[in-house]
């Protein structure tokens, strides 16, 4: 089981979160920012992970640092689960619909972090969720995670869908570039490493 646990206390958060890439969708999630639960949710069904997590935030502040620093132990969970990389997929592209909206997503695990996020016509919030932390919480998964994510909403009107479709093909296509192809020998680069 490819499965790390991250702790990272600051005097903005307290985190304690356990990933893994080999799951069954299994979660038990709570950041105090139940839009951003949900999202997470949806991840971790659609990608077959498992994810607990727990963070005492500074939300009297905002919703920021929570979102941010749990994409930021989120993605340090990823890079150190994945270990060298061998034998995986890499590489994913995925568009998923939710109703009305379509998200497309573009993954390659290459050890660069590179975020194109391509979203537009989100509405402010969705309850008190605060829309642009989306892209804040990718920004920091990739940070960590070490890897290159295009993200490109096509279309949509309601922005609780336009967002879901995004993480919910964010789910799918990180499960399919972790994924091991016993065809793959040793780290799928030229280069050798990754």
């Known amino acids: 089981m490819r499965t790390e646990r991250i702790t990272r ?29 949900h999202m997470l949710t949806l991840m971790t069904a659609h990608g077959l992970f498992d994810l607990s997590v727990t963070c005492q935030g500074d939300l009297e502040v905002d919703q920021h640092h929570t979102v941010e620093d749990i994409g930021i132990a989120l993605g340090q969970a990823f890079y150190k689960a994945i270990g060298n990389k061998a034998g995986i997929q890499r590489y994913a592209s995925l568009s998923i619909p939710m109703d009305e909206s379509l998200a497309t997503v573009h993954i390659d695990i290459s050890g660069r972090p590179c ?7 989100l509405k402010d919030k969705v309850g008190s969720f605060d829309t642009e932390l989306a892209e804040e919480f990718f920004q920091a998964f990739v940070n960590q995670a070490q890897l290159t994510l295009h993200i490109q909403l096509e279309y949509g009107r309601n922005t609780h869908h336009m967002i879901e479709a995004i993480f919910k093909c964010f789910g799918r296509a990180l499960d399919i570039a972790s994924q091991k192809n016993e065809r793959i020998q040793g780290v799928p680069s030229t280069k050798g490493v990754l």
């Open 115 to 121: 975020l194109v996020y391509h979203v537009e016509g």
């Open 9 to 37: 206390k600051t005097a903005e958060t307290d985190i304690d979160l356990e990933f893994s890439i080999d799951g069954s969708g299994e979660t038990n999630i709570s950041t105090g920012v139940g839009f951003f639960d």
